[in-house]
Structure formats: C-alpha cells, structure tokens
C-alpha cells in the first residue's frame, strides 16, 4: 500500500490511491506519494525526507 501526505495540511494516510478530497481539511489538495522505496527508511516505510 502506498502512504500518501497532503500537501496542504500534511495529513498522512495509507490507500492504494489518494482521495479527491483530504479527509483532514476538506480541500482539494496534491497528494504527495512518500512511500519509502530504500532501506535507509525501511522501517518505517516512509520517507521522512519528502516534505
């Protein structure tokens, strides 16, 4: 699954694709895919580095 972040409120979420709508702030927002894809950040599974 990927982990997903608006990029308004920076909300966090998890789903195979990001909503219309952020559930957070109700806006209609670009949703950042912060998914980790290197082991430096593994065990979290998201990178700390996408701001």
């Known amino acids: 699954m990927t ?14 694709t ?6 957070s702030c109700k806006e209609k927002c670009e949703f950042l895919d912060t998914t980790c894809y ?5 065990p979290t599974g998201v990178d700390e580095r996408i701001k």
């Not at 982990?3 to 195979?16: F, P, V």
């Not at 290197?38 to 593994?42: E, G, M, N, S």
């Open 38 to 42: 290197i082991p430096d950040c593994a």
């Open 18 to 23: 990001p909503p219309n709508q952020c559930p």
């Open 3 to 16: 982990t997903w972040k608006c990029s308004n409120c920076g909300y966090t979420m998890e789903a195979n």
